[in-house]
């Protein structure tokens, strides 16, 4: 059984064991964990005799035991692999005492190193360990996964092979979970673009000696685009010391992830969780050559709004000076963290993948627009490439990669790329959830092309950053109106709060409410009848039919804001009506015809304002202390292109054709 993808579906199916015993959204709770264990098992055979010698020679001496053990392990290429267990059991000896394997099973994972301990902790595997052994399945699932035909040694599964084990029986997992897109895992062939998108040259020189380079994500999940970094580059310059750093919320996949990074000899220290990046940066002080992540989508950022809002309120001090998004996605804080992280005086670039929502979400003035504004006017952004639908195993819904960086080439400065590859996909042969499209290699290569080539075609779009920047200006128009006082508008006083208060009663006592109820609604009849004593002609002067309604009103002691209230409910708009002016003689503005246009940035508000609006509402006028500078990116608008309606005469012969065919099989029916 060397497929490894044979061995995915024979731990897939490991996961009957557990039915009845456990519901089938926490199968991967068991099964993980002893994914891991067993691999941790595998790998340690070699060095197993050495260790356990090493052990009891030293185990009472004086000293750092997890110093001592941790320089002994290695593989049989001579590596060390920073971490052990000290125990005489593995799987193959946990089964020769079945009466004991529960105890002898925490005997062995309490013998593990510290940093393989904190692995199983974050699974709670001894939890699950004692509710197998109480439910007499323990013994069975351990000789399950020491059968031959699960043989994870190094030697049979390597560790990209196992990374794609894990990864697999995640998305599954996940999958009949209904766990959210992307929320722990991106496909290979997304992240494999990505990745080459964060390192196209640029000039950066990857190719020099002796080079260290920082990499980090923020949401790792399983670490897959943290190593799919670190395999590039080693295959560009194999002298670079490449260190990957991340975080992750989750604690079984930060486990997984930790694990991963354990068994490919990395320094699993610097994946950091299990805890929201967002409220608990755990690498508060680090700064990255490059950094990607795959941030979920469209969640909310509620259990991080104190420690977030915190943040904030220290402006370009903190990480989130920008602006905060609206509280249901949190992908731009994702963003806005990932900048915080770049390098002062050296190139840093990020890749990150969102869906459409962060690109042109929030109006000018709202915490997405401005954290656009200040990415943009900061000349973060290179490019935003736009990738086909159905990529991703729980989701349909488009995406798009973000190129970021604090260092643009020449050509680029003050210049945004984007790139229409929605085409750039072939159809898979077997659908896995919702992916039924990936991204071939060609596919990458051709994106590659088009992005490097930095000239317009039909899915190229090149840009001046202030293209995407506009100015939201409020335009009002004169308030007219006409004023009678007939039924039809004297019923409108009911929606006045004061008026409609006055026949309610909030006290307890029955007879007492009663009488001020009827107290209340004789007022409301007094004001009604003073009213109707007023001319019921139409009046077009709001100074000459406030007069009157004052003299009508003039014994109630009326306020004001009330009698203002009242002269609005009874009129209506009027373009042959006087305007309504202040005591200034300024012209008051109609609410019910204020309305807002966007001008782009490169052009004159003036200018616009006298072509686009005057022309038509000569009247009309800007409140230019209302002005607001909003950034937003409407990709698809860029590449749209029209399509001609179907003649008339095609779509009557296809109505023709199926009601014929409807006829048929009425027929037939009728027949029968």
């Excluded at 969640?299 to 602006?323: I, P, T």
Aim: hydrophobic letters at 35%.
């Amino acid at each position: 059984m060397s497929n490894f993808q044979e061995k995915i579906t024979f731990i897939w199916d490991l996961a009957d064991l557990l039915r009845g015993f456990y519901k089938r959204n926490e199968y991967q709770k068991v099964i993980l964990p002893f994914t891991v264990l067993k691999r941790f098992d595998s790998v340690l055979e070699h060095s197993k005799k050495d260790v356990l010698e090493a052990y009891n020679n030293n185990k009472d001496s004086v000293g750092n035991i997890d110093y001592v053990l941790k320089g002994i392990p290695e593989d049989k290429n001579g590596n060390k692999l920073g971490f052990y267990n000290y125990s005489e059991y593995d799987f193959k000896s946990l089964l020769a005492d079945p009466e004991h394997v529960e105890e002898n099973l925490m005997h062995y994972i309490d013998s593990f190193s510290p940093n393989i301990q904190d692995i199983f902790e974050n699974f709670y595997i001894k939890n699950h360990i004692q509710k197998l052994a109480k439910a007499d399945l323990l013994f069975l699932l351990i000789k399950k996964f020491s059968e031959s035909k699960l043989d994870l040694h190094p030697d049979v599964v390597s560790n990209h092979e196992m990374g794609t084990i894990f990864e697999e029986l995640i998305r599954k997992f996940a999958e009949q979970s209904n766990e959210e897109a992307g929320e722990h895992f991106t496909p290979r062939d997304v992240v494999e673009l990505m990745t080459k998108l964060i390192f196209i040259e640029n000039g950066v020189h990857l190719m020099d000696k002796n080079l260290i380079k920082k990499i980090y994500d923020p949401a790792c999940g399983t670490g897959g685009m943290l190593t799919s970094c670190k395999d590039f580059i080693t295959q560009l310059n194999d002298s670079m010391d490449v260190v990957l750093y991340g975080q992750e919320v989750n604690e079984e996949i930060y486990a997984i992830c930790k694990a991963d990074m354990l068994m490919k000899g990395e320094n699993s220290e610097n994946i950091k969780g299990p805890s929201s990046t967002l409220s608990d940066d755990q690498l508060p002080n680090d700064r990255f050559d490059y950094m990607i992540s795959n941030p979920p989508y469209g969640r909310k950022w509620e259990q991080d709004q104190e420690e977030v809002k915190k943040e904030a309120e220290k402006g370009f001090e903190g990480k989130f000076g920008a602006g905060l998004p609206r509280i249901n996605d949190g992908q731009l804080l994702f963003l806005e963290h990932m900048l915080s992280k770049m390098k002062k005086d050296e190139k840093s670039r990020i890749a990150v993948i969102t869906n459409g929502s962060p690109l042109f979400t929030g109006d000018a003035g709202s915490g997405e627009s401005n954290i656009r504004k200040w990415i943009i006017e900061n000349d973060y952004l290179e490019a935003v490439i736009g990738l086909p639908d159905q990529l991703f195993y729980n989701t349909g819904i488009r995406t798009y990669i973000w190129v970021l960086t604090n260092k643009k080439p020449a050509k680029r400065v003050g210049k945004i790329q984007l790139i229409d590859a929605s085409s750039k996909y072939k159809k898979m042969r077997k659908n896995l959830g919702n992916k039924r499209h990936e991204v071939s290699k060609e596919d990458i290569t051709e994106i590659l092309e088009k992005y490097d080539h930095f000239e317009e075609t039909d899915d190229i779009k090149i840009f001046d950053n202030n293209d995407f920047g506009y100015t939201k200006i409020v335009v009002d128009r004169p308030l007219q109106l006409n004023y009678q006082v007939s039924d039809e508008r004297l019923e409108n006083l009911y929606f006045i709060n004061t008026f409609s208060k006055f026949s309610v009663s909030k006290n307890k006592n029955l007879e007492e409410k009663l009488k001020e109820e009827n107290e209340g609604k004789a007022k409301q009849e007094k004001i009604l009848n003073f009213l109707r004593k007023i001319d019921s002609k139409l009046f077009k002067n709001w100074d000459e039919f406030e007069s009157h309604v004052q003299n009508a009103l003039d014994s109630m002691d009326i306020k004001p804001a009330f009698l203002k209230q009242i002269i609005i409910a009874l009129s209506k708009h009027d373009d042959t009506a006087d305007y309504v002016v202040d005591n200034r003689k300024n012209k008051k503005p109609d609410p019910k015809l204020r309305d807002t246009e966007k001008i782009p940035l490169k052009k004159d508000v003036d200018e616009y304002f006298e072509e686009e609006v005057l022309k038509y509402y000569s009247d009309s006028w800007m409140d230019r202390k209302k002005d607001k500078i909003g950034y937003e990116i409407n990709f698809t608008q860029y590449f749209y292109k029209y399509e001609p309606p179907r003649p008339l005469e095609e779509i009557e012969a296809d109505i023709k054709a199926i009601t014929t065919e409807i006829q048929e099989l009425i027929k037939e029916d009728l027949d029968d």
